[in-house]
């Protein structure tokens, strides 16, 4: 019988345990850090669901620097914001929502969401928010990496840039907080990029506040010129005009061999010579060999006396006939493709008795 009995308190036990330590059932949802830099502020967008649907808060706080008193079974710490329901109006939905620099813009439902400003360097760290529905507590870490400085933005780049094919450069910073409004700029070689051109076809901004993510973007689509290769491009971060920060990338932009080709003369009697030149003037990537490929009114020339030198041709033509006039261009390829000169005219002039 006593055997049956130490069982039946072991199970009302165990049912009570249960019931008063559901810290489980908690379900607290926001970024996993949050960062900003001295003087700025920090949203927290947050979210959470008691352990009882119905359950409302009585109570919460935020501490700083907080640990767990085991004396004491109470955590403590810097308090930056507790509030209470009221007993004059208990189903009130919004508690005080500012104290000190800490304004509560949630519920006693559903959202937990705060705002602290300004914040500070020394609030990096772990801060605990501490909830309480009736009997059911709940203590949840938020990260801050508060930084002195304002940080550097981040610039995305697709792994391969091409001349005259659309790219989008996304600039980004983890940082978004109404009240202290940002802007991203972009400039190209220290030229801000205001407004479209025939290159540039969007700029576009956006802000993310979600309990996943919190950050700034600006995406910049444009089509890069084969000389804008080497070029700057620069994202800043300004923040009631003045600048806060900047990144600053340079263009890989893959294009074609560019060409350049010179007839001497351009004009010539019947029977003298002529000499062709094709120049290499730039490629990227660089030309594996040198090989130029010559053409004549769009016909590929064969059996031609050629002289392949470093990043040039040379193309000899010999007593030259009437059926040498023409148009005449020189072609060589890379990893991206081939690339053309310009056509240039040779006349021949014949002698008539």
């Known amino acids: 019988m006593r055997v049956h009995y130490l069982w039946l308190l072991l199970i ?54 907080y640990e767990f008193d085991k004396a004491t079974k109470k955590f403590t710490g810097t308090v930056l914001y507790n509030a209470t329901k009221t007993e004059k109006d208990p189903e009130s939905e919004l508690y005080l929502s500012k104290q000190g620099r800490v304004t509560f813009l949630g519920n006693r439902i559903d959202n937990c969401t ?19 529905a009736g009997t059911e507590r709940w203590m949840e870490p938020i990260h801050l990496n508060v930084s002195e400085k304002p940080f550097q933005p ?18 980004g910073l983890n940082f978004s907080c109404f009240g ?20 540039v076809t969007s700029i576009t901004s956006s802000v ?24 700057s491009v620069k ?40 000499t062709m030149t094709c120049r290499v003037n730039s490629s990227n990537p660089k030309l594996r060999t040198v090989a130029v490929s010559w053409f004549k009114d769009g016909r590929p020339l064969e059996d031609q006396e050629l002289e392949q030198e470093q990043q040039m041709s040379k193309l000899i033509l010999h007593s030259v006939t009437k059926d040498m ?13 081939p690339g053309e000169s310009e056509e240039v005219e040779l006349t021949v002039h014949c002698e008539f008795p």
């Open 235 to 274: 994202c800043q971060v300004q923040h009631s005009s003045k600048v806060l920060s900047e990144r600053t990338v340079r263009l890989d932009v893959k294009y074609t061999p560019k060409l350049e080709i010179k007839v001497n003369p351009t004009e010539v009697e019947k029977n003298n010579s002529v």
């Open 114 to 132: 705060l705002k602290i400003h300004p914040i500070r360097a020394n609030d990096s760290g772990n801060l605990g928010l501490r909830m309480t």
């Open 325 to 337: 006039r023409g148009k005449y261009r020189c072609q060589a390829s890379n990893d991206i493709g």
């Open 180 to 199: 202290y409004d940002i802007l991203l700029k972009w400039f190209l070689e220290d030229s801000e990029i205001t407004s479209i051109t025939s290159s």
């Open 154 to 171: 981040y610039i995305q780049m697709p792994s391969e840039i091409r001349e005259s094919q659309s790219v989008t450069l996304t600039c």
């Open 208 to 231: 993310t506040s979600s309990i996943k993510n919190v950050y700034t973007e600006s995406k910049l689509t444009f089509q890069p010129k084969w000389t804008d290769h080497g070029k």
């Open 12 to 65: 009302l036990g165990h049912v009570a345990s249960a019931r008063y330590s559901s810290a489980n059932d908690w379900t607290v949802d926001h970024p996993q850090t949050l960062f900003a830099w001295e003087g700025a502020c920090i949203r927290i967008p947050c979210k959470y669901k008691t352990p009882l649907p119905k359950a409302r808060l009585d109570n919460i706080l935020l501490f700083q620097n």
